[in-house]
């Protein structure tokens, strides 16, 4: 079931194995740009690439099948191509990787194999991104809050973040505005059930009314 369909000579092949090869690369590459899609901001070229690639890596790989000095040709093509793309986000990087090694499978004959590698780990990827798996706590904000230069930064909000929050910590402290204001970086933990809006209307009331940010917690982008 898991054989390769192709002779070990792929000169011996014929045009219906290599149009069901391909039929199967694109299919597949369909697929995992279906996965790609999912719950993601993407890009229509960068999805036409992700289809197209198992069928592209599939006929480099025939053609090198087999051959040491079509193997040396192609690495010394690809070798000329200089990539001056900005670096993807980790889902692109895996996306192009299953795409590729979906190719190589394809390529080589396995084709029941790329299909069930396919369904496996796009389905896996899928179900990753439904669950809550390594998502943000939600409960866990990125408060800004700007205030004069009079007012003492230590303490000052104590007691609101008490009430509010079960843990704060004050990140950093930087000056702006000419020196003429702070501005306080903070990461807090808010409690359940509080209404953020009143929270944030007692810091106005507290900050002389300047501005205030309380948005989701900043990571790293996710480059691989």
């Not at 200089?82 to 090694?101: D, H, N, P, Y």
Request: with cysteine; net charge neutral; aromatic share 8%.
């Amino acid at each position: 079931m898991l054989e390769s369909v192709i002779a070990s000579n792929t000169a011996a092949m014929g045009p219906v194995t290599l149009m069901i090869c391909t039929i199967v690369s694109l299919l597949c590459g369909l697929w995992i740009g279906f996965v790609y899609m999912y719950r993601n901001v993407y890009h229509k070229g960068f999805v036409i690439t992700v289809v197209l690639m198992p069928a592209i890596v599939q006929v480099v790989i025939m053609m090198v099948n087999g051959n040491l000095g079509t193997g040396v040709a192609v690495v010394g093509a690809f070798s000329l191509v200089r990539f001056r793309s900005v670096a993807g986000g980790a889902r692109e990087i895996s996306t192009i990787f299953l795409s590729m090694a979906i190719g190589l499978a394809t390529g080589m004959g396995y084709l029941v194999f790329a299909a069930i590698i396919a369904i496996i780990i796009g389905g896996a990827s899928i179900l990753l991104y439904r669950s809550d798996f390594a998502s943000p706590k939600l409960l866990e904000k990125e408060l800004k809050i700007t205030i004069p230069e009079t007012l003492d930064y230590e303490g000052v909000f104590d007691d609101i973040f008490q009430h509010y929050t079960t843990k704060q910590e004050l990140l950093k402290v930087k000056t702006t505005n000419m020196g003429s204001m702070y501005e306080l970086h903070y990461h807090i933990h808010l409690r359940k059930d509080i209404v953020e809006k009143e929270m944030i209307d007692e810091l106005r009331c507290r900050n002389g009314n300047l501005n205030i940010i309380c948005g989701r917690l900043q990571v790293n982008k996710e480059e691989l």
